[in-house]
């Protein structure tokens, strides 16, 4: 079974060597997409200086993060793919062992595992941690989500079932997820620690205005793929977060 792994990046000058010396450190390769939204630092000169790990680069101007990905995953030739964000990087470097591992039984489509939050400026820094917890349809309703970061799907799911939206803001990942697993079907295994280590800066919560923008793009994910939520599924989405910080 092969692995690839799609980044977006730009301008991330200061985080990506970080990123792609975590994925050239592990233990078994991957295809390595970088999908660059047309940097105007020196984010391409940085990428070139790190170690190569099949990579496959790619500069030019996108809307946003999920139409790079998608770009990505045009590109993507391995049979498992995976997406880390340029400001991320994997906890270990076993961590495509324990995804190979959950793949083993053909019938798995997805995996995930668990999230670290660090420090933006000090990833020493621990300031919470998301614990995902074995997979259950029934837990979407109650404000659940696997952390998007060590999601990794077969990519067979996504030539099927289609990519991510780019009309839904920061909860493009949400709805994919959302759809893969509620609405497909698609069978999940839980790796049980984590696998990434995330910068803690995500867009979704840098502000009351981008909650209440990711809230409705929430509601729109369940929406379009014709499901309904509970009355308190996403009051309880952004709700159970609070239970990482402790």
């Known amino acids: 079974m092969n692995i690839t792994i799609i980044t977006p990046v730009w301008n991330n000058a200061t985080t990506i060597a970080h990123c792609l010396h975590s994925i050239a450190d592990q233990t078994e390769d991957c295809q390595h997409i970088l999908v660059d939204g047309g940097s105007t630092d020196v984010t391409l000169d940085t990428i070139e200086q790190c170690p190569p790990s099949n990579r496959v680069i790619v500069s030019e101007p996108d809307q946003g993060m999920y139409d790079a990905i998608n ?90 079932h289609g990519g991510y939206r780019l009309d839904l803001g920061s909860a493009a990942d949400y709805e994919l997820m959302l759809r893969m697993l509620l609405k497909q079907g698609c069978t999940a295994n839980y790796i049980p620690e984590v696998l990434v280590h995330m910068r803690n800066d995500g867009m979704s919560n840098s502000s009351l205005k981008n909650r209440i923008s990711a809230n409705r793009h929430d509601r729109k994910a369940w929406k379009v793929n014709g499901t309904r939520p509970y009355p308190w599924t996403l009051i309880a989405k952004p709700l159970r977060k609070l239970v990482q910080w402790l």
């Not at 993507?76 to 793949?103: M, P, R």
């Not at 995930?112 to 420090?119: K, M, P």
């Not at 400026?121 to 995902?132: A, E």
Request: proline share 3%; aromatic share 16%.
């Open 71 to 160: 770009k990505g995953l045009k590109l993507a030739t391995g049979d498992v793919v995976g997406i880390l964000n340029s400001d991320d990087f994997y906890a270990t470097n076993n961590v495509f062992e324990k995804v190979k591992l959950a793949f083993s039984d053909e019938n798995v489509d997805a995996c995930y595992g668990d999230l670290r939050y660090v420090g933006k400026d000090d990833i020493q820094k621990v300031v919470r941690n998301w614990h995902s917890g074995e997979y259950n349809a029934k837990r979407f309703y109650n404000g659940w989500m696997p952390p998007h970061p060590t999601f990794f799907l077969k990519r067979r799911c996504y030539e099927t």
